[in-house]
């Protein structure tokens, strides 16, 4: 009469804890984000140390200063999140969301840098090309502003491709954790 009860708790018991599934992958993302904010941090400082006066560059440096924000909060982020050891189904499904929603902002963001940094392109080899009907300052052609140039692209091609690495991270987080889970299930 009491064996029914004593089988199995009401509502299936706690729920399991599963091990960081990809531990070493979030300090991975730690160290490339670092490394990112390192590069932005250089990239929106250049002018002011450098004193470029270049309005078509401006809007590029508002995107660098964005990319340092980003790449600072990411940062936080995944040394939180790489060195957290434990969680349970619904803790590491809410990694996933973040680490992707955070991702595809990062993403957003660099697009947005593309867009800005091909208008600059455009307006500064207008500019090269009929100087009469096109007007920079000549700062724009000078080494420092190349150099800002250059450094601009390599910050947006560097978070466009650690967005995709962190989407990856995350889909691979989704499958080691449902894949954890259903060895606890098949033990039970």
């Not at 009491?2 to 979030?26: C, E, T």
């Not at 250059?150 to 091609?157: M, W």
Request: overall charge positive.
């Amino acid at each position: 009469m009491l064996k029914p009860w004593l089988k199995k708790p009401i509502g299936g018991g706690p729920a399991p804890l599963l091990h960081n599934p990809v531990k070493r992958l979030f300090r991975i993302l730690l160290y490339l984000h670092m490394s990112l904010l390192s590069l932005s941090a250089f990239t929106a400082g250049f002018p002011f140390v450098h004193d470029l006066r270049c309005s078509a560059l401006t809007t590029s440096l508002i995107n660098a200063s964005i990319s340092a924000v980003m790449s600072t909060i990411m940062t936080l982020y995944y040394g939180l999140v790489g060195n957290r050891h434990w969680g349970t189904e619904a803790e590491w499904g809410i990694t996933v969301v973040v680490t992707a929603s955070l991702s595809l902002i990062d993403l957003a963001a660099s697009v947005w840098g593309i867009y800005v940094l091909c208008i600059s392109s455009v307006r500064i080899y207008q500019a090269y090309v009929e100087p009469e009907n096109y007007k920079v300052e000549p700062e724009c052609f000078y080494v420092k502003a190349a150099i800002f140039y250059a450094s601009s692209f390599a910050v947006i091609l560097l978070h466009v491709i650690v967005s995709m690495v962190c989407l990856v991270v995350a889909l691979i987080l989704s499958r080691r954790a449902t894949r954890c889970l259903q060895e606890i299930r098949s033990l039970v």
